[in-house]
């Protein structure tokens, strides 16, 4: 499965490394690092290093791949909750028009967050 990544994309830059970025695991074909505005601590994102806008257009290897590695970065953040996100558009709230899936993990009560 072949890269594609853009010039003229902050994640494809991010993958490249010229943007830096505190990365958390990085396999053949994703790259995961932490969120630089999170909703909460340890909030993750993962991304596909092939650059498609939206989640329909991502080859589905990419996409399989993907997944597996959103549950690693689930489990290694020990979080007993936690939502995976993925916005496609901005009336869907997506921000950065690189695919990606965030890991948001919820604070447990007893840390007085919610
Ligand atoms: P979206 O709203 O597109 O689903 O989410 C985009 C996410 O990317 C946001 O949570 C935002 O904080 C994050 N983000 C945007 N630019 C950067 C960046 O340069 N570095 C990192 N680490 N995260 C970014
Ligand atoms: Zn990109």
């Known amino acids: 499965m072949a890269s594609k990544l853009v010039a ?3 994640f494809c830059r991010i ?3 010229e943007i830096p970025s505190v990365k958390l695991l990085e396999t053949a ?3 995961s690092f932490l969120d630089i505005g999170p909703l909460s601590e340890g909030h993750a994102l993962v991304i596909p290093k ?3 806008e939206k989640m329909h257009q ?3 290897e990419f996409l399989a791949d ?3 590695v959103a549950k690693k970065i689930a489990a290694a953040l020990g979080a007993e909750n936690y939502n995976i996100l993925q916005n496609n558009g901005k009336l869907a709230h997506q921000e950065v028009g690189h695919v990606h899936f965030h ?3 919820k604070p ?3 840390d007085g967050l919610t």
């Open 103 to 105: 890991v948001i993990p």
């Open 66 to 68: 993907a997944m597996p």
């Open 15 to 17: 993958i490249k490394g």
């Open 108 to 110: 447990n009560e007893q």
């Open 50 to 52: 092939y650059h498609a």
């Open 29 to 31: 074909t994703t790259f």
């Open 8 to 10: 003229d994309c902050i």
């Open 58 to 60: 991502l080859p589905d």
